[in-house]
């Protein structure tokens, strides 16, 4: 089992660009979230997905859309990156147990 | 989520037991206690949770205060790739399914020393 693949694993944007990050799973979870995580902070939530067909925001959700494409793969689109989204963004899933599974992350810089 | 309160920081010398504190003091009867941690920039790997009874598996134990306001996680025998952030988090359920909203504060940042 691969878990839960993020691709890409880095990417450099100029400012107004955009970009989809995508999360597949394989261990046919439920629920799916993206987290930012800023140098020296804590994760925060931008958007999460319960099931397949349903999304809510998080914490920090503006300058983001997201897709439960399908059961399997949850994207965070950028439609026009700013410097403010350089940061690692992290994907996870779970199921009903209490333990959530991440990516590598995906180390993105705006310039 | 309930708000949790960790210390920014904390040293324990390897082999030694290291002993990570947690203040969960608006937590709800339905809310576990979850702990999570990050090695060096990895994606947070879970640990262990529980609700108000103490709890062990092979990686730590987690001792909740009787009134479930306080936790302390437990690495009976550090070593130096426990060196990590440690996140204290309560979830809760949410109205729009069964997806809990897991928000991470800022963690303890453990460091074992040789």
């Known amino acids: 089992n691969a878990g839960v693949t993020q691709t890409p694993k880095f990417q450099v944007l100029k400012t107004g660009q955009s970009m989809t990050l995508q999360c597949a799973q394989d261990?046919?979870?439920?629920?799916m979230y993206w987290y930012r995580q800023d140098p020296g902070m804590g994760l925060r939530l931008i958007y999460y997905?319960?099931?397949?067909?349903?999304?809510d925001k998080g914490e920090v959700p503006n300058g983001y859309n997201v897709s439960r494409l399908n059961k399997r793969e949850f994207s965070l689109r950028l439609e026009s990156a700013a410097p403010s989204q350089t940061s690692v963004y992290f994907c996870?899933?779970?199921?009903?147990?209490?333990?959530?599974?991440f990516g590598q992350g995906t180390r993105l810089t705006v310039v | 989520d309930a708000k949790t309160t960790q210390p920014p920081s904390m040293d324990c010398a390897e082999g030694r037991a290291a002993n990570l504190p947690c203040n969960h003091s608006t937590i709800s009867g339905n809310e576990y206690v979850y702990w999570y941690r990050q090695i060096h920039s990895q994606g947070p790997q879970y640990i262990i949770h529980g609700l108000k009874n103490n709890e062990t598996n092979e990686m730590a134990s987690l001792i909740i205060t009787e009134d479930r306001k306080s936790s302390t996680l437990i690495l009976p025998h550090a070593t130096l790739r426990d060196t990590a952030v440690y996140y204290c988090?309560?979830?809760?359920?949410?109205?729009?399914?069964?997806?809990?909203?897991?928000?991470f504060g800022s963690g303890t940042q453990l460091t074992v020393l040789p």
């Open positions: 996870a899933s779970r199921r009903e147990s209490p333990e959530a599974f």
């Open positions: 261990m046919n979870h439920n629920s």
């Open positions: 997905s319960a099931s397949e067909g349903t999304t």
């Open positions: 988090i309560a979830p809760t359920y949410i109205s729009s399914g069964s997806a809990r909203q897991l928000t």
